[in-house]
């Protein structure tokens, strides 16, 4: 296969990924990096990042470690602005989709005051508080000022 045929095949792939409809309506759609998009749980209660690689594969490991090492440096990208912009000193991070099939990884940030601390979300986030307009949009400007966030293609 020619470059410019692989190109072709991409192109064509990239236009039929869709994001599972669960990750939809858990997330508020706010941008994309290179190869993962960004979504922002509805909780409000932390703040919840979920990144979904465009993809194919199942699991992180199965990516080729080009795209493996890209959907990291990404997380890691949300895991700086965590820390740094919004001033949590602990970052969970995940890639578990037992429930949502579709790759994604989560990054969560973390501290001694949240409401689940120190269990994992994961099953122990009771509380529920949604984001605000305003609030949601001060942390899609943020975020993207910080990293390489691009906006939502709508």
């Known amino acids: 296969m020619t470059v410019l045929e692989k190109r072709s095949k991409q192109d064509r792939d990239v236009t039929k990924f869709q994001?599972?409809?669960q990750l939809v309506a858990d997330g508020h759609a706010i941008g994309r990096f290179d190869?993962?998009?960004?979504?922002?749980?509805?909780?409000?209660?932390?703040?919840?990042?979920?990144?979904?690689?465009?993809?194919?594969?199942?699991?992180?490991?199965?990516?080729?470690?080009?795209?493996r090492a890209l959907a990291i440096k990404e997380a890691a990208l949300v895991s700086e602005f965590l820390k740094t912009t919004?001033?949590?000193?602990?970052?969970?991070?995940?890639?578990?989709g037992n429930v949502v099939p579709q790759l994604h990884l989560h990054v969560v940030g973390r501290k001694a005051s949240d409401p689940c601390w120190p269990a994992p979300v994961w099953g122990n986030l009771h509380e529920t508080?949604?984001?605000?307009?305003?609030?949601?949009?001060?942390?899609?400007?943020?975020?993207?000022?910080?990293?390489?966030?691009?906006?939502?293609?709508?």
């Not at 001060?138 to 975020?143: A, D, M, N, P």
């Open 35 to 67: 190869l993962c998009h960004v979504l922002l749980h509805k909780n409000a209660s932390v703040p919840w990042f979920i990144l979904v690689p465009e993809t194919d594969a199942a699991d992180l490991l199965d990516l080729p470690d080009a795209q």
């Open 86 to 96: 919004l001033g949590f000193s602990k970052v969970n991070f995940a890639s578990i």
């Open 19 to 21: 994001l599972h409809p």
């Open 129 to 154: 508080r949604e984001y605000s307009s305003a609030d949601l949009g001060r942390i899609t400007r943020l975020l993207m000022r910080a990293t390489l966030l691009r906006p939502v293609s709508r």
